[in-house]
Antibody
Framework: QVQLVQSGAEVKKPGASVKVSCKAS????????INWVRQATGQGLEWMGWMNPNSGNTGYAQKFQGRVTMTRNTSISTAYMELSSLRSEDTAVYYC????????????WGQGTMVTVSS | DIQMTQSPSSLSASVGDRVTITCRAS??????LNWYQQKPGKAPKLLIYAASSLQSGVPSRFSGSGSGTDFTLTISSLQPEDFATYYC????????FGQGTRLEIK
């Protein structure tokens, strides 16, 4: 079945970087954009950016410009999101989500990866 | 950035009730509006895309309407599994989500 499977939970110190992976299966990885959305505990959803797995083109939310990098490895159908200069406010669950063909919706989501930033 | 405002922020209702959640955009977004359901500890699930199109596999008791700046999500007859948090999302210019509406059992 169509699914996105993310890497496991991470604990990082302030100032460090984290790289989360998102492995796609059940569909052609290069045919759909991958987006990243995060959610702090008890808070709403925050979009971070998108990547076209075919071209590698990316677009980042202004808030994360300069701190986030989205990449992919098409040979293993995996997308990555790296966030640098971590601070406590980055503690959240990070989701990857497939871009639906219509209306910029996200139709398939990963299970989420908890990233904790703590000294 | 386009701001999305949902109302109410929380709502108590009973099984069988008809429920409506509203989402208002800070500027016109045409029909670039999507709705998601999220249960605790789970990823969001797409319910409605392009304001009024039902995602495959989603029960027909869910419906969406609106265009421009004002949108609604309606659940015609609440079922026990519908108690969750609902988010709207615009994709007209970048991507932004509403703050969420928590639907609780009365």
């Amino acid at each position: 079945q169509v699914q996105l499977v993310q890497s496991g939970a991470e604990v990082k110190k302030p100032g460090a970087s984290v790289k989360v992976s998102c492995k796609a299966s059940g569909y052609t990885f290069t045919s759909y954009d991958i987006n990243w959305v995060r959610q702090a505990t008890g808070q709403g959803l925050e979009w971070m950016g998108w990547m076209n797995p075919n071209s590698g083109n990316t677009g980042y939310a202004q808030k994360f410009q300069g701190r986030v990098t989205m990449t992919r490895n098409t040979s293993i159908s995996t997308a990555y999101m790296e966030l640098s200069s971590l601070r406590s406010e980055d503690t959240a669950v990070y989701y990857c989500a497939r871009g639906f063909v219509v209306a910029g919706a996200f139709d398939i989501w990963g299970q989420g990866t908890m990233v904790t930033v703590s000294s | 950035d386009i701001q999305m405002t949902q109302s109410p922020s929380s709502l108590s209702a009973s099984v069988g009730d008809r429920v409506t959640i509203t989402c208002r955009a800070s500027q016109s977004i045409s029909s670039y509006l999507n709705w998601y359901q999220q249960k605790p500890g789970k990823a969001p699930k797409l319910l409605i895309y392009a304001a009024s199109s039902l995602q495959s596999g989603v029960p027909s008791r869910f419906s969406g309407s609106g265009s421009g700046t004002d949108f609604t999500l309606t659940i015609s007859s609440l079922q026990p599994e519908d108690f969750a948090t609902y988010y709207c999302q615009q994709s007209y210019s970048s991507i932004t989500f509403g703050q969420g509406t928590r639907l609780e059992i009365k």
